[in-house]
């Protein structure tokens, strides 16, 4: 051990009638362990959010929407096994989408209606559940006329709001209706709830209603053609290439949107949430370095006689600032490992209890998400050190400048 170092810690035990300056450095610990385990645990949850959506919407949405800006496509069986034959897609499967109206006995909401093909929609939307597809495609008449009505999936939000339970009768009203004598008629049409969904993400469960594709079709009054065409990638980060190059085969009127293009508004305010939270709790452990270098800067006017009499020993300007580095580096280690262990244990219950519950009508998930990052760790640890090792600069100059005959002789 260099004698710089063992005089740092030495410097660290203060006498009993140095307790004030002995109290700075106890703040200037906490102040960094408190500025550390605060920012651990808020970018752990920000990178939760962000896995957690990211997961979630990738489960209710495809990763790549197929669309026809001349309005419905009506050669999409040739188009879904053109695409199903490239080996970077996983599944394929055409949808009809469309704005309605659900009226049950006890109550009306607006909703998203998604015509679907049951057999390719389980393949592409995650989240479904196989049996509630099943029973869908079960409890169609293939001739639509049959006097049982069809099937409908209602998201579990939905459904709640319409007061409804599997077997309940819902109406359906869509604005694509007929001209009568007295004007614009919207068509209406009865359904059987035959089952939920659940995505867990409340703006979702609460619009989304899903019917057999033919029976979306004829509810649009599209014939054979569909609003669009959903595809599932092997790869996510490789979608928006494989769209490019889907778009580039098909040519115009086609057009394609990835996954990251159809939320990019949501992970660019999570990025920059994240970032901007960052630098806000960075503050906190800038206090605790202030109280790092005014503890230091008071060793320095205590120790006056003491640093004086190493320099007639021989001591170097060197020596004596690292003296005193070390010091601060030492009450900021301290205060950066305190942090970075209370800091993951509590991202650790958080993740493991859930004791924080959200309200599901504002975010869109109903737990706090928390995902502790490796890399994130050692940034935070590193900024708090650099931050540290700053805050030692100048009461080590300071220190180092001191003349040891007018310190000898005055002290």
Known sequence: MGFELFIGGRYLKVKQKQAFISLITILSVAGVTVGVMAL?????????????????????????????????????REIIANLEGKSDI????????????????????????????????VHVIKTFKKSALKELSKKRDPQGDSADPAGIVLGKELARNLGVIEGDTVYLISPRGMISPIGHMPSMKQFKVSGFFESGMYEFDGTFAFVHLQDGQKIMRMKDAVTGIEIRVNDIYKAKDIAKRIESDLGFPFWLRDWMQMNRNLFSALKLEKKVMFIILTLIILVAAFNIASSLIMMVMEKTKDIAILKAMGATNKSIRKIFIYKGMVIGFIGTALGVILGSVLCALLKYYKFIELPGDVYYITTLPVRLEFYDVILIAIAAMVISFLSTLYPAQQASKLNPVEAIRYG
Do not use: C, W
């Open 90 to 121: 996983e599944a394929v499967t055409p949808f009809v989408h469309a704005q309605v109206m659900l009226r049950s006995s006890s109550g009306v909401s607006g909703a998203v209606l998604r015509g679907i093909d049951p057999e390719s929609a």
């Open 40 to 76: 651990i645990v808020v970018i752990a949850v920000m990178a939760g959010f962000e896995s957690d959506l990211k997961s979630r919407i990738l489960g209710v949405e495809s990763h790549i929407v197929l669309m026809n800006h001349e309005g419905p496509i009506s050669n999409y």
